[in-house]
């Protein structure tokens, strides 16, 4: 039994898995039920009726196994994406004592008054050792369910805990199962999907936070930061629309994954050319698989009110052609987040995250550059983005449709970049706002159009070898959209001007780091 009051966190490295449909036989297998360690778990997990612990990134629970009772409190946070704090400690029963965890952080966020039982999981795990030379890896299988408010949700994962060896064993060890298993890597706990099922995120489409940076932090940790909260950002929405097919959750993980293309914009100078590309090719393939959703999805919230089209019926049939599109579109997404390459393109990226060639250069000056303050790396970062928006914005009224998406690409790298460095940049809080809103508007008006050229194509892919009463309908529509896009030209003429006036927020760097271009 640990100590009554724990004096640390132990951190725990490992890699979660929701199986798929024929994981468990395949994972017999591999580890055969005969030789597990077999137990009927039973946690509760506590929280205040408002979920405090919960938005404060904890989660708490007394957990049962034959009579044998251990309190918990797990706390995700600047570590890495497979990492942990835990302070876990042996208690005599089922309820909650909130004495044993004065020295953790959880001390400061609730009273003990304030907690009840907030859902249940219930599971029955089978635990095995694996070990291969100096490595030896926990493996767990739980199955069971979920429970809150009379829900109920299934429960079938796969965890790999690294006990003895690198994170490089962990990582091959997970390669080696999925290609025997479905696996889909996760990173929501039980205590999240329990959460969801009690009512605090429910399917909201997940977005991403204000990274914690300093002037201070690395350069290695800020490209760890930014590329682990997109991939969760992906990850997490992508489990979402596994389960419920919803536009805004499909726009949030598109969003991930161009944070995460904007990481590698960033941060280029510190990364391994292998790996860049292939992240590059990953990041791009799953793009193009949500592209065709998205592209309907925005069409059909642009289309005019809906008696509009009730009322003719040529305009009636368009619009049914449109949401079977629509649905035609989303089957491939929901392929292409079912499919073999999927599991492991969030594998790939989260291994190379965490133990990436990137991480270990095998020059001096490399090593150093890792270790540089964003202080003194991101204001020449800030510069290079903004004068590429200056050169792309250049004799705007001239541009055509396909250099106006390129301004929109290179506006969007700004705009993430600039809220995630904002806080290193020694920012001045009126420039600030003054910048962000002119970028803001300007990238507003920069997708209403590309939303009014994408729907061009939309629209003839949809009604191809249909009947002339509904292209009509659809020339009528794509009319009505060439009347507001003239107005929106005009807008976003003004919005780009107001831009290129901008006063930059940051301060300009004198100091040469001597790295590449991103």
Same mark, same amino acid.
């Given at each position: 039994?640990?100590?009554?009051?724990?004096?640390?966190?132990?951190?725990?490295?490992?890699?979660?898995?929701?199986?798929?449909?024929?994981?468990?036989?395949?994972?017999?297998?591999?580890?055969?039920?005969?030789?597990?360690?077999?137990?009927?778990?039973?946690?509760?997990?506590?929280?205040?009726?408002?979920?405090?612990?919960?938005?404060?990134?904890?989660?708490?629970?007394?957990?049962?196994?034959?009579?044998?009772?251990?309190?918990?409190?797990?706390?995700?946070?600047?570590?890495?994406?497979?990492?942990?704090?835990?302070?876990?400690?042996?208690?005599?029963?089922?309820?909650?004592?909130?004495?044993?965890?004065?020295?953790?952080?959880?001390?400061?966020?609730?009273?003990?008054?304030?907690?009840?039982?907030?859902?249940?999981?219930?599971?029955?795990?089978?635990?095995?050792?694996?070990?291969?030379?100096?490595?030896?890896?926990?493996?767990?299988?739980?199955?069971?369910?979920?429970?809150?408010?009379?829900?109920? !949700?299934? /429960?079938?994962? @796969?965890?790999? #805990? $690294?006990? *003895?060896?690198?994170?490089? %064993?962990? =990582?091959?060890?997970?390669?080696?199962?999925?290609?025997?298993?479905?696996?889909?890597?996760?990173?929501?706990?039980?205590?999240?999907?329990?959460?969801?099922?009690?009512?605090?995120?429910?399917?909201?489409?997940?977005?991403?936070?204000?990274?914690?940076?300093?002037?201070?932090?690395?350069?290695?940790?800020?490209?760890?930061?930014?590329?682990?909260?997109?991939?969760?950002?992906?990850?997490?929405?992508?489990?979402?629309?596994?389960?419920?097919?919803?536009?805004?959750?499909?726009?949030?993980?598109?969003?991930?994954?161009?944070?995460?293309?904007?990481?590698?914009?960033?941060?280029?100078?510190?990364?391994?050319?292998?790996?860049?590309?292939?992240?590059? !090719?990953? /990041?791009?393939? @799953?793009?193009? #698989? $949500?592209? *065709?959703?998205?592209?309907? %999805?925005? =069409?059909?919230?642009?289309?005019?009110?809906?008696?509009?089209?009730?009322?003719?019926?040529?305009?009636?049939?368009?619009?049914?052609?449109?949401?079977?599109?629509?649905?035609?579109?989303?089957?491939?997404?929901?392929?292409?987040?079912?499919?073999?390459?999927?599991?492991?393109?969030?594998?790939?990226?989260?291994?190379?995250?965490?133990?990436?060639?990137?991480?270990?250069?095998?020059?001096?000056?490399?090593?150093?550059?890792?270790?540089?303050?964003?202080?003194?790396?991101?204001?020449?970062?800030?510069?290079?983005?903004?004068?590429?928006?200056?050169?792309?914005?250049?004799?705007?009224?001239?541009?055509?449709?396909?250099?106006?998406?390129?301004?929109?690409?290179?506006?969007?790298? @700004?705009?993430?970049?600039?809220?995630?460095?904002?806080?290193?940049?020694?920012?001045?809080?009126?420039?600030?706002?003054?910048?962000?809103?002119?970028?803001?508007?300007?990238?507003?008006?920069?997708?209403?159009?590309?939303?009014?050229?994408?729907?061009?194509?939309?629209?003839?892919?949809?009604?191809?070898?249909?009947?002339?009463?509904?292209?009509?309908?659809?020339?009528?529509?794509?009319?009505?959209?060439?009347?507001?896009?003239?107005?929106?030209?005009?807008?976003?003429?003004?919005?780009?001007?107001?831009?290129?006036?901008?006063?930059?927020?940051?301060?300009?760097?004198?100091?040469?780091?001597?790295?590449?271009?991103?």
């Amino acid at each position: 039994m640990l100590s009554r009051i724990p004096s640390c966190s132990v951190p725990e490295l490992e890699l979660k898995f929701q199986l798929g449909i024929g994981a468990i036989d395949a994972l017999d297998k591999v580890f055969p039920p005969s030789e597990a360690k077999r137990s009927q778990l039973r946690a509760v997990y506590f929280d205040t009726d408002t979920h405090a612990l919960r938005d404060a990134g904890f989660s708490l629970r007394v957990r049962g196994d034959d009579g044998v009772f251990t309190q918990t409190l797990k706390h995700r946070g600047s570590g890495g994406l497979f990492e942990r704090d835990e302070w876990e400690t042996g208690v005599p029963g089922p309820d909650l004592d909130l004495d044993l965890f004065a020295a953790s952080p959880a001390g400061s966020v609730v009273s003990q008054t304030a907690l009840e039982a907030a859902f249940t999981v219930s599971v029955e795990r089978r635990l095995h050792i694996w070990s291969h030379d100096d490595v030896r890896i926990q493996v767990t299988v739980d199955t069971g369910a979920v429970s809150a408010n009379e829900r109920l !949700e299934p /429960v079938a994962e @796969l965890e790999l #805990e $690294l006990l *003895a060896g690198t994170p490089g %064993d962990l =990582f091959a060890l997970a390669r080696q199962l999925l290609t025997t298993a479905p696996l889909t890597l996760s990173f929501a706990s039980k205590a999240e999907r329990g959460y969801r099922l009690a009512g605090h995120d429910s399917l909201i489409a997940l977005g991403f936070g204000e990274a914690a940076l300093g002037p201070n932090t690395s350069v290695r940790e800020a490209f760890q930061t930014m590329a682990r909260d997109s991939l969760t950002q992906i990850a997490g929405n992508g489990a979402l629309l596994r389960r419920s097919r919803s536009p805004a959750v499909l726009h949030q993980m598109r969003i991930g994954l161009r944070r995460f293309r904007t990481a590698l914009v960033i941060f280029k100078p510190i990364l391994d050319s292998a790996g860049l590309r292939a992240a590059r !090719e990953d /990041v791009r393939w @799953l793009a193009g #698989e $949500l592209a *065709a959703a998205r592209d309907i %999805d925005v =069409f059909l919230e642009n289309l005019g009110p809906p008696q509009e089209f009730e009322e003719r019926a040529g305009r009636a049939a368009f619009l049914q052609a449109m949401r079977l599109a629509q649905t035609e579109a989303h089957d491939q997404v929901t392929l292409a987040l079912g499919s073999r390459r999927y599991d492991l393109v969030l594998l790939s990226l989260g291994e190379w995250i965490e133990a990436g060639a990137w991480r270990e250069p095998d020059d001096k000056a490399r090593v150093d550059f890792l270790e540089t303050p964003l202080a003194d790396f991101a204001p020449e970062v800030m510069d290079r983005l903004h004068r590429r928006c200056l050169r792309a914005s250049r004799g705007f009224e001239r541009l055509d449709v396909t250099a106006r998406h390129d301004l929109r690409k290179q506006a969007k790298v @700004l705009r993430y970049a600039s809220a995630f460095l904002g806080n290193a940049l020694g920012t001045h809080p009126k420039r600030w706002r003054a910048y962000m809103s002119r970028l803001r508007t300007m990238l507003d008006h920069l997708g209403v159009l590309n939303d009014f050229a994408v729907a061009q194509d939309v629209v003839r892919r949809a009604i191809a070898r249909r009947s002339p009463l509904v292209a009509h309908a659809a020339g009528l529509e794509l009319g009505r959209m060439s009347y507001l896009e003239n107005q929106t030209l005009m807008a976003t003429r003004k919005s780009v001007k107001a831009y290129r006036d901008s006063r930059v927020f940051w301060s300009r760097q004198a100091k040469d780091l001597n790295y590449s271009q991103p």
